[in-house]
């Protein structure tokens, strides 16, 4: 009996993810915010979802997307609308923008980290309010930063220095779709829980629009993929 009672007193936190999103990589450009993610879903190393939608708007001016944890996520979709519904009930004629909803999140991540009970996701949050646009980024313990461009997971080592060669703040829509793409397909050929199925949204002062899922054309006869490790020393 006091074992039984003992087991159902103690506090579980969540020690690893269960089903988990990769990368998420967005950029400013000349009218707004683009941002782009894949649709899979990971069951530990399994890609065993093919269709998991990882960006949403949030409110009139934001757009969010999310890796890790999809369970996660969607807890925090629920705080968000929570939070939207309540703004929404003053009927003021305001509504929260990107930079408000940005730093809601923050403390939200830094909440649960502080609990020792984390939400499992490294988010970016994209928008335009007034004229002024807006992009950052938060990670799982709560670590957060704007920038011209952002990426998550994998997208932070491969993406960023495409990015950081490439980006400029006059850049056209088709440009920006262009660049995004190319990230992606680096991401593709190098990250094992990256799918060939993607979506691009972008948000401008007119509202969001999320691309139905598409897949990049690839190429995979190059010399270094038939043999990756050959002249490497150690290697099998």
Not at 70 to 98: A, C, H, K, T, V
Request: hydrophobic share 35%; charged share 25%.
């Amino acid at each position: 009996m006091e074992s039984l009672l003992a087991s159902n007193s103690a506090s579980e936190r969540t020690q690893s993810p269960y089903v988990t999103g990769t990368s998420v990589v967005s950029i400013k450009y000349k009218d707004g915010i683009l941002m782009a993610a894949d649709m899979g879903g990971s069951y530990g190393s399994t890609l065993r979802y093919k269709s998991v939608e990882r960006m949403k708007p949030i409110g009139k001016h934001s757009l969010l997307g999310a890796s890790g944890e999809i369970s996660d996520f969607q807890e925090i979709l629920r705080y968000l609308d929570e939070l939207i519904l309540y703004d929404n009930m003053w009927d003021d004629g305001n509504s929260l923008g990107p930079k408000e909803v940005h730093n809601y999140l923050t403390r939200v991540m830094y909440n649960r980290r502080n609990k020792f009970n984390p939400l499992w996701n490294s988010l970016v949050l994209g928008g335009v309010k007034n004229g002024q646009k807006y992009l950052g980024m938060v990670s799982m313990i709560g670590v957060h930063f704007e920038d011209n461009h952002v990426a998550t997971g994998f997208g932070n080592h491969l993406a960023r220095p495409i990015l950081r060669d490439e980006w400029r703040e006059d850049l056209s829509f088709e440009d920006g779709v262009k660049l995004l793409e190319k990230c992606m397909r680096v991401l593709l050929y190098r990250d094992r829980s990256a799918v060939n199925k993607l979506q691009i949204a972008k948000i401008t002062e007119e509202g969001v629009t999320i691309s139905p899922p598409y897949s990049l054309k690839t190429f995979w006869g190059y010399k270094a993929f038939e043999n990756p490790t050959v002249g490497a020393e150690g290697s099998w």
